[in-house]
C-alpha cells in the first residue's frame, strides 16, 4: 500500500494550518508605538484629515489598520462611482 499522498496531504493541510495561526498572530499584534509615534503620525495625517489622524492616535492592531484601508479605498471607490 503506497502513503505517500497521505503523507503529502497531512503535510500540506499541516502547512495551512500553521500559515493560518502565523497571519491570526501577525493580524492581532498590539500596537507598540509609543505615544510620541502616535501623536507625530496624527500629525503627518492631518493633511488626509482629521479623522485618519483622529485614527492614529488610537491603540489599533495591524488587521484594524487594513480594515481601515480597505474601507477607505472602497468609500472612495463609491464616492467615484456617484452621479452627480
Sequence with gaps: MNDRPLIKNLALGLFFVIIIFAGY??????????????IGNAIDQMSNGVDKAARELEPRTLGDKLDDAAKDAFSKRNDQNKPY
Aim: proline share 7%; net charge neutral; glycine share 8%.
Design 25 to 38: 498572530y501577525v493580524l492581532n499584534i498590539p500596537d507598540q508605538r509609543t505615544d510620541g509615534q502616535k
